[in-house]
């Protein structure tokens, strides 16, 4: 398990993570959402001793990354896959891992071939990767030394759908197994398919954690109507708050409610369902419409 306590860490006046606390749970795959700058990294960073945290803790299995004896036989960390020696070949980049680790040699062969890089691939150089094969061999990396926990920072970045549907199939097997997973993604799709608790944080702060069921129940009802408006004066009526979305209306009610509203108002409905559908996305942007550079500039 993964477990972070008040976290704190400040850049002079700039505090980049602020009283940041959760735990990522053993067999499960927790998501680290949240817009650009919100944290994210400095958190996972930190999490694997590469920046001091100003006050606070983080503990995996019970201990501090930096107290590990072989980190890499306990954790493995991706934050980075473009951050790979360019004139390495990708057999010699986890040839460096193995030995590092202590690892028997036939660790190499086996760990290129669960990810899916081919002999040919292996024997290039890394500049001349694409992204999607950086990804694969930083997830290599990761993997080789047979970890309880992975840390990813955007493991998706890059891969094709076939190598995303790969990754997923990799970390949920991975999970499955009674391994810890926390992955950060911009891939907000990917995350709701995957995930089983969802971390969001906006501002250096968490704004909204627990497991998706619970994060995603919490989005109310969806429903299109052929009059859209004489629905939406009538769920005002009887209290219910409405909020407009592509066409239709977000219902803080469940859905029984609204059909017997709708159809007390004569009111022909096309759809009805649980706003969970709308998913990830609407449930993310809302917590993070103050925190998001792109709803600062507007």
């Known amino acids: 398990m993964i477990s972070v ?6 850049y002079g006046r700039f505090t980049a993570v602020d009283h940041v606390s959760f735990t990522a749970a053993t067999g499960r795959v927790t998501g680290f959402l949240g817009p ?3 944290g994210k990294s400095t958190t996972m960073r930190v999490m694997v001793g590469l920046t001091r945290p100003t006050t606070g803790r983080v503990t995996i299995t019970g201990r501090d990354y930096r107290e590990l004896v072989n980190p890499g036989l306990e954790v493995g960390v991706l934050l980075d896959a473009s ?13 460096i891992a193995q030995q590092t680790m202590g690892l028997p040699k036939t660790q190499v062969a086996e760990t290129l ?3 899916g890089l081919t002999e040919d691939e292996a024997g290039r150089r890394v500049r001349d990767y694409s992204l999607g094969m950086r990804q694969r061999l930083g997830i290599a990396t990761a993997l080789i030394g047979d970890p309880e926990v992975l840390i990813l920072d955007e493991p998706a970045n890059g891969l094709d759908p076939a190598g995303i549907r790969w990754m997923r199939d990799l970390l949920r097997g991975f999970a499955n197994d009674g391994g810890t997973v926390l992955l950060s993604s911009h891939l907000l799709h990917e995350i709701e398919v995957i995930a089983d608790d969802l ?8 704004v909204a954690q627990g497991s998706k069921s619970e994060l995603l129940a919490s989005a109310g009802t969806l429903v299109r109507a052929t009059d859209v408006d004489t629905l939406a004066r009538a769920l005002h009526e009887a209290a219910v708050v ?3 979305i592509d066409g239709g209306l977000r219902v803080d009610a469940d859905p029984e409610l609204v059909g017997a509203t709708a159809h007390r108002a004569g009111v022909v409905l096309r759809e009805l369902r649980p706003a969970d559908g709308a998913g990830l996305e609407e449930m993310f942007l809302e917590l993070t419409a ?7 500039a507007a």
């Open 36 to 38: 650009n700058g919100a």
């Open 5 to 10: 306590e008040s976290l704190t860490k400040q």
């Open 199 to 206: 971390i969001v944080i906006g501002q250096g702060r968490i």
């Open 83 to 95: 951050a790979q020696h360019a004139g390495r070949t990708g057999r010699e980049i986890l040839t």
């Open 290 to 296: 103050d925190t998001a550079r792109e709803g600062a």
């Open 113 to 115: 071939a669960r990810v």
């Open 242 to 244: 409405t909020t407009p």
